[in-house]
């Protein structure tokens, strides 16, 4: 059994927002460390525990250059057969067109299924697995904690993380699946794995080779820092003083 498990790297969650912004516009910076985005290594570590039920052969993909190799095989290390690379060729590409890459991989590869993080902790956006789903004509689980096969693997019951608890979804394979944290905690990749990593087998492909629109239908504008606050912090002896104020700021009536 195939499975397809899409791996970014992004800006270190640590990373001051400062820096952040400045190497989005492209300012040269060094305070700036990048890891692989840590939604998608419970998206692998996912999929190596499936190898009990059948799954052989674990294709990490990722639409990044070179430069971001380390983090690609990170993902590798901790058990993948192989990896696809897209190198979009400097591009900042939007979520529409990360979103048909992969569906340019999967209709190549024909995976059982797909196992993406949840959202990238850069922009937290959340859009690519749905829009892939989309894109397929595939049913789609997001935010899954839970994973169950049936016997035939035909189908997979998956618990959701919702606002209001846990949703319980029975989708028929194949299908594009969201993680999100309670599923797993990712292992870590030892370094005889990292050393070994560089050998196992990586395609390259380039993202002006697919025939994918070169416009982003959604570009960011620009990011900015949040203010300063600007409040200030009142003691209250009780509970009637509080509703006393909350009232004098017609906050409450």
Known sequence: MKV?????????????????????????????????????????EQAIRLKDIGVDDICIV??????????????????A???????????????????AVLKHVVEKEQPAFVLM???????????????LAGMLGWPQATFVSEMTFSDDKARVRVGRETDEGVEVLDVKLPAVITCDLRLNEPRYATL??????????????????????????VTVAGHALPAGRTGECRMVKDAAELVSVLREMKAVD
């Not at 190497?23 to 700036?32: A, C, I, R, Y």
């Not at 990722?62 to 058990?79: K, N, P």
């Not at 690379?85 to 590409?93: A, F, N, Q, R």
């Not at 005889?192 to 239908?217: C, M, T």
């Open 192 to 217: 005889p794995n990292l050393i070994k990593s560089k050998k196992a087998p990586v395609e390259r492909l380039k993202f002006s080779e697919l025939g994918i629109a070169a416009d982003a239908k």
């Open 62 to 79: 990722s639409i990044t250059g070179d430069d971001m190799m380390a983090q690609v095989r990170s993902a590798i290390a901790m058990g």
């Open 81 to 99: 057969n192989r990896a696809i690379i897209v190198d979009p060729e400097g591009k900042h590409l939007g979520w529409q067109q990360i979103a």
């Open 4 to 44: 397809l498990v899409t791996v970014k790297p992004v800006a270190d969650p640590n990373t001051p927002p400062a820096a952040w912004i400045a190497s989005q516009e492209g300012k040269p910076t060094n305070d700036v460390n990048f890891v692989a985005n840590y939604f998608d290594l419970i998206a692998v």
């Open 117 to 131: 993080g949840k959202q990238a902790t850069d922009d937290d956006a959340s859009q690519v697995g749905s829009m």
